[in-house]
């Protein structure tokens, strides 16, 4: 299981860099296929849509759904084994089973009117192979970036949208930036490419 692991992300580290052209090229035209897009995203609480998608932007610009799949076998293999031990992220959004979870629990009862996050909120244990089909989606995983949003207002009436971005990237607003590797023609933070995507050019 080890070994599968490493497999999925040795290829990440063997990257070669990017134009950073080819970064704002590839955001503009996922960025308007996501506005384009004929899936039905509820409007955030208190952010615009742009906003709220700079949160998640350096994770949804860089996602492979190849790794995805192979991630996704991983995560349910672990499920029929009761084992716990790799919290892999996944999804467009690239969101941990276990923040998926801490975002569910933390959210109001009467906002989650999606039935897993219900099942998820009662009995987080109940999790099946489905399940993880269901929020792997990418609208679902918006409805859960809502959720993000409004469990943070607190954090941003204080740091704005860039605590936010820390939150989301590091979990804690007092953990330091760090490079984000995963886009590498610039050496930058999550943060800081967050804030890069508010920059671009969007239909």
């Known amino acids: 299981m080890r070994f599968f692991f ?4 040795i290829p990440k580290f063997l990257l070669q860099p990017e ?10 035209q996922l960025s308007n296929q996501f506005s384009n897009s ?50 892999l992220s996944f999804g467009p959004f690239q969101m941990k089973l276990s923040f998926i979870i801490d975002i569910i ?9 999606n039935p897993i996050f219900i099942k ?27 959720l993000f949003e409004l469990s943070n207002y607190a954090i941003y009436k204080e740091y704005a949208l860039l605590g936010l971005y820390t939150v989301y990237n590091r979990g804690d607003i007092k953990k330091a930036r760090t490079i984000f590797h995963k886009i590498n023609c610039k050496k930058m933070s999550y943060e800081d490419w967050c804030i890069e995507f508010l920059k671009y050019r969007h239909n």
């Open 105 to 113: 629990n933390k959210a109001p009862i009467n906002k989650l009117n």
């Open 120 to 146: 998820l909120r009662l009995n987080n244990n109940s999790i099946i192979s489905s399940d993880i089909d269901h929020l792997n989606r990418l609208e679902v995983q918006w409805e859960i970036l809502r």
């Open 38 to 87: 004929n899936i039905n995203l509820n409007k955030p609480f208190y952010l615009s849509r742009k906003e709220l998608f700079s949160i998640v932007y350096p994770e949804y610009v860089t996602f492979s759904s190849t790794t995805n799949e192979l991630e996704l076998l991983l995560i349910k293999s672990n499920l029929l084994l009761h084992q716990k031990e790799f919290d």
């Open 19 to 28: 134009p950073c052209d080819y970064i704002r090229e590839k955001t503009e």
């Open 6 to 9: 490493l497999l999925i992300y």
